[in-house]
Each structure stands twice: as structure tokens, then as C-alpha cells.
């Protein structure tokens, strides 16, 4: 299968760009956050685009591979153009190449890690068929033998391309392609952030049914944590969360679930207070 070519490279028409279903979506505070970035500093990675051919010139598209807090904040800037890399690629590199694009972030969560491992695991099964073939030898114990080296080689090469630890990509393609699309969702809108030791002990879970248990104690905030929920579910009475932690569960799902103009409403409404209470927590 043929690997990405850079075919070109300057200021690309934004105007041009085609933007498609994102794995990851588009966050309005990074937007923001990158917009000031780029006011002081300018622009300083350009964004990836794939160029897909038509029978005609005035066919061709130009579709976003990597990039998107960057194509939206120079959009909102008022830009015409964009600094951009031109690839002709397959389909399963234009997916790699966004996969690896969110993998290299440094403000990912654990379970957005596990979900990009998941997925870059199923888009280099798909360049390296062999890789998931390899259960299928002659020999039942060289077949065991090939699925293992392949999973190993696949681990390997992502720890090198990605500058991570093996132990780390092998625990997060683990949990990344053990869990459900439904699942994973779910615990995307848990209130709490969900921590790699939930995530680990979801994937070594081997009854669904406790699987789903946990998924729906973190998603709904009423379990702090994988082993609270199953506690919870077999009757412990140890595991119940207290009035005031199900009040401030309410209240952070609350803030999260509003608009960012209606967050800066609440903190200049609420600034003295929350002024106070900054200095009471920091001691000052």
C-alpha cells in the first residue's frame, strides 16, 4: 500500500477546504485559547490537508486530515488562506494521519488515549492485513504465536512513531478495543474525569454485565470509580456517595454542560465570591 506523498506545501484558500466528520471534536476554549496564540506569535504548525483527484481540475478537493483547532481559529480570525501540507494518500493513511495527529496532544485524557489506540489499531490492521490474519497458521500454537508478534509489532511501532512508553500503548490499546462504541461514549459524558485505573479494570473485566455496571456509575456520577460501582451494584453499603458529593456532582455537570458565554456570565456575577474562595483554598 503506498505511504502519503507531500505533493505541495504554502498558503492554502480556506474557503476550499472541505472539513468532514472529525474524531475529535473541535472544543470551543481551545479554539479561543489558540486564536490569542496566533494574534501574539503567529501561526507556527500548518494544518494537513489530503488532496482527493477528479476527472476534472475543477473536480479536485482538498479535504482537512489534521488541523481543525487550527483551520477554525484562523477562520474566526478572518484569514483567506492557511500555511498547508498536501498529501496524496490512501484512505487508510488519511485516517492514520488524524489518528496520530490527536495521539501526539498533550491534553488528552486517558480514555480519549484508549479511544485513538483503539482506533489506530484498527486502521493498521487495515495497511497491514497480515497483522490480523495471523491467528489463522497452519498450527494452532503457530497461529497463537503470529497474533502475538503482530500485536507486539503493532504496540512497537506505535511506541516509536509516537514517542511513548510500550507498557502505555499496550495498556491503552487494550482498553481501547475492549470497550464498545457505546460504552466509550457514555463514559465520555461521565461528570468525573474517568482515570486509566478505571479504564484498566473495565478492560479486565471479563462479565459484561459488571462491565456495563461500571460504565453507567461513572457516566451517571454515582460511582467515583470503577470499584465503587461494582461495589455499589453488590450491595456494599460502604459505597454510597454522601449528600454533599452528589451536590457538587450536580453542580460541576451543571457548569461543564453550559455555554462558555454563560460560564463568564456566572464568574462575573460571582466574582467576588469566588475571588474569596480562591484566596481561602490557596491560603493567601
Same mark, same amino acid.
Given at each position: ?23 475529535r ?15 501574539e ?54 485516517? !492514520? +494521519? ?7 496532544? /498533550? =491534553? ?5 488515549? *484508549?479511544?485513538?489506540?483503539? $482506533? ?24 497463537a504465536?503470529?497474533?502475538n ?21 499496550e ?29 484498566? !479494570? +473495565?478492560a ?6 459488571? /462491565? =456495563? ?5 461513572? *457516566?451517571?456520577?454515582?460511582? $467515583?470509580?470503577?470499584?465503587?460501582a ?55
Amino acid at each position: 500500500m503506498q505511504k502519503p506523498e507531500l505533493i505541495e506545501t504554502g498558503s492554502f484558500p480556506i474557503s476550499d477546504i472541505g472539513v468532514s466528520s472529525r474524531l475529535r471534536d473541535v472544543t470551543e476554549a481551545s479554539v479561543e485559547s489558540l486564536m490569542r496564540s496566533i494574534e501574539e506569535v503567529g501561526l507556527q504548525q500548518p494544518i494537513v490537508l489530503r488532496k482527493l483527484e477528479g476527472k476534472t481540475r475543477a473536480e479536485e478537493r482538498f479535504v482537512l486530515l489534521a488541523g481543525g483547532h487550527r483551520l477554525e481559529a484562523c477562520k474566526r480570525l478572518g484569514w483567506d488562506a492557511i500555511p498547508s501540507q498536501i498529501y496524496a494518500c490512501t484512505d487508510e493513511y488519511a485516517d !492514520l +494521519m488524524e489518528v496520530d495527529d490527536n495521539l501526539i496532544r /498533550r =491534553d488528552l485524557s486517558p480514555l480519549e488515549m *484508549a479511544i485513538f489506540m483503539g $482506533k489506530r489499531k484498527a486502521v493498521y490492521e487495515r495497511i497491514h492485513p497480515l497483522s490480523k490474519k495471523g491467528a489463522k497458521g497452519n498450527a494452532a500454537s503457530r497461529g497463537a504465536l503470529t497474533a502475538n508478534l503482530a500485536v507486539s509489532g503493532f504496540a512497537v511501532a506505535t511506541a516509536e512513531q509516537l514517542g511513548k512508553p510500550l507498557r502505555t500503548v499496550e495498556r491503552l490499546v487494550r482498553i481501547g478495543t475492549s470497550l464498545s462504541e457505546k460504552q466509550l461514549k457514555a463514559l465520555k459524558s461521565a461528570p468525573r474525569r474517568v482515570q486509566l485505573q478505571d479504564l484498566e !479494570l +473495565m478492560a479486565k473485566t471479563t462479565d459484561a454485565k459488571d /462491565r =456495563d455496571v461500571i460504565v453507567r456509575g461513572l *457516566a451517571s456520577g454515582e460511582a $467515583k470509580s470503577a470499584k465503587d460501582a461494582l461495589s455499589r451494584h453488590r450491595g456494599n453499603p460502604s459505597a454510597t456517595i454522601s449528600p454533599e458529593d452528589q451536590k457538587y456532582l450536580r453542580l460541576i455537570d451543571a457548569f461543564k454542560r453550559c455555554p462558555k458565554a454563560r460560564q463568564r456570565r456566572f464568574v462575573s456575577e460571582h466574582l467576588e465570591e469566588l475571588q474569596a474562595l480562591i484566596w481561602e483554598v490557596s491560603g493567601k
